[in-house]
């Protein structure tokens, strides 16, 4: 029997980072960053005003103050888009609107606030005064966005592995990035076997029940940026479950559920051996003991449990890792908190993810409650789950108190 740890290292084995692709800077976000970006040039591209106001040399207005203001000639008008036509000569203001270039000569920007100017008529295109009273002084660099001060040319903005966020594409845009390297999104195949399955919108018959592993199988999938494609439900013939992995020939991964216990695996098996190879492991895992891996044509195959909890309990533990690899995400970082178990709990030796709902106490712990039954037919027991609280090897016996860690579904408070 293999433990968690032991099964998983066998697996990433067996999977590397896919090509690069270009996509357009508006598709890019939620992608995977398959090249490290430097950037080309700073940002700001130039030196420009942090605020709307009057731009001046500082020492021409060290003296002022509201009893002794100090009034310059305004020789220039400045609007953000614009360049500044000559440079700012000594003992002048040039009009200026924030993100607009600070004229050659300037190094500080005075609020408007700060003048007799109103910013009511610091509207674009409004007349220029022919002087400006300026009522406070301020020191060197006041109000001026230096050059390159957010970012340098030439520096790391974003490193290879990275999955997009807002904030991101915002700064490729900055840098004028139109296309980005990210890497292929993997292609899951998702196949349902048993010939107890119904798909969802048909109505139930005897003996039937429908089919949940297929829609949840697939969605896991997609929370991780890959695309699902599933196969459909085959009934437990060899000749079925073959006949739907013809579709799966140019995924990069095939995932099936149910028919590896070890009294239904035939099945399964007889369908994967006919153009791969398939082991079926025993891992020291609850729920999901039996686990199948091998492959179909040369693509990964996973062929994991049927029952809801433990297909999506091995999804998590085993599949979701092999996929971020493919993806180039190197640590499969899982939102992961120290919980302390609230109410005894037990376990049969095996490495237990247990579904637990959690509180914070008032003086801050942050306390784990079983959701009920652990049966791993009852999916209920993950709706309600706020993370899995992971019992390690051998502790059978799990007392209140003990201080365990938990693969947090939800952001905690
Ligand atoms: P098996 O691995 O075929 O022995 O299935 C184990 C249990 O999981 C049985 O109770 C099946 O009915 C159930 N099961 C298998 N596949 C699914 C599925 N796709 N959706 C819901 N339950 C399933
Ligand atoms: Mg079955």
């Known amino acids: ?24 800077l508006e598709e890019a976000f939620g992608r995977v960053l398959a090249q490290p970006i430097h950037a080309t040039h700073d940002l700001p591209p130039f ?9 001046v ?12 203001p100090v009034r310059l000639p305004v020789i220039g008008d400045i609007p953000a888009g614009s360049f500044p036509q000559a440079p700012l000569r000594a003992g002048t203001a040039m009009r200026i609107m924030t993100g607009a270039p600070l004229p050659e000569g300037a190094d500080a920007v005075v609020p408007v606030e700060q003048t007799d100017d109103a910013p009511s008529r610091f509207a674009l295109n409004s007349p220029l005064p022919e002087s400006v009273l300026v009522r406070a002084a301020v020191p060197s660099g006041n109000g001026v966005r230096p050059v390159g001060e957010d970012v340098r040319a030439g ?21 004028g ?22 798909p969802p919108h048909v109505p139930l018959a005897k003996g039937k029940i429908h089919d949940m592993n297929g829609v949840a199988l697939c969605a896991s999938v997609q929370e991780l940026g890959c695309v699902p494609r599933f196969l459909g439900i085959a009934s437990d013939s060899v000749e079925a479950v073959y006949g739907r992995l013809q579709a799966a020939a140019d995924c990069d991964v095939i995932i099936s559920t149910a028919g590896v216990s070890v009294g239904a695996l035939d099945v399964v098996k007889e369908a994967i051996t006919r153009r791969g190879t398939l082991s079926l492991w025993r891992v020291n895992i609850r729920p999901g003991k039996p686990l199948a891996f091998g492959d179909f044509g040369g693509v990964p195959f996973f062929g994991l449990p049927g029952n809801p909890v433990s297909a999506l309990v091995t999804f998590d533990v085993f599949v979701r890792p092999a996929l971020l690899k493919l993806l180039g995400i190197a640590h499969s970082d899982v939102p992961q908190a120290t919980a302390e178990v609230a109410e005894p709990m037990n ?67």
């Open 47 to 55: 030196p420009n005003s942090a605020l709307d106001g009057y731009a």
């Open 155 to 175: 520096a790391l903005v974003l490193s290879a592995g990275r999955r997009l966020r807002a904030a991101d594409v915002g700064i490729l845009a900055g840098l």
């Open 57 to 68: 040399r500082a020492a021409d207005v060290a003296t002022a103050s509201s009893e002794s």
């Open 1 to 24: 029997m293999y433990s968690v740890d032991e099964a998983l290292e066998r697996i990433l084995r067996h999977f590397a980072p896919l090509p690069t692709e270009h996509v357009r």
């Open 347 to 413: 376990s049969d030796g095996r490495r237990t993810y247990a579904r637990v709902k959690l509180q914070r106490a008032a003086d801050g712990r942050l306390l784990a409650f079983s959701t009920g039954t652990q049966s791993s037919g009852a999916i209920s027991s993950l709706v309600n789950a706020d993370g899995l609280l992971i019992i390690p090897e051998s502790m059978t016996e799990v007392p209140v108190g003990t201080r365990l860690p938990v693969r947090l579904f939800n952001q905690v408070l």
């Open 177 to 198: 990035m139109a296309h980005v390297p990210v890497v292929r999104r993997p292609v899951v195949a998702i196949l349902s076997t048993g010939d107890e399955l119904l």
